[in-house]
Nanobody, 125 residues
Framework: VQLQASGGGLVQAGGSLRLSCAPS??????????MGWFRQAPGKEREFVAAISWSSSGTLYADPVKGRFTISRGNAENTVYLEMTSLKPEDTAVYYCAASGSPYYWNRQNQYDYWGQGTQVTVSS
């Protein structure tokens, strides 16, 4: 399973961005139970942002992004999106998408076996 994240950039506070994560590999559809987004700000540990169930499309969000971010999956392809609105300077981070073969503990990094390379999101005040 390979993951390619894209869509990051520089945006002013209050603006929006949409991140994409394009998986590839023959085993992706059979392996993946959960797709997640995590982020790592400078000098901080990587933290959970949002996750989506591959079978039910159920979602889970971290408290700081609830009501502002939306995770979704494409209908015809395996791409996962993170729509980010009302962005704040504290959302500045490298954002990573990840795939988990476990249906449990959606917000735990150690449940995810495959990670994308990260995409930088910078929110200016």
């Amino acid at each position: 399973v390979q993951l390619q994240a894209s869509g990051g950039g520089l945006v002013q506070a209050g603006g929006s961005l949409r991140l994409s994560c394009a998986p590839s590999g023959r085993t992706f559809s059979t392996y993946t139970k959960i797709m997640g987004w995590f982020r790592q700000a400078p000098g901080k540990e990587r933290e959970f942002v949002a996750a989506i169930s591959w079978s039910s499309s159920g979602t889970l969000y971290a408290d700081p992004v609830k009501g502002r971010f939306t995770i979704s999956r494409g209908n015809a392809e395996n791409t996962v999106y993170l729509e980010m609105t009302s962005l704040k300077p504290e959302d500045t981070a490298v954002y990573y998408c990840a795939a988990s073969g476990s249906p449990y503990y959606w917000n735990r990094q150690n449940q995810y076996d495959y990670w994308g390379q990260g995409t930088q999101v910078t929110v200016s005040s």
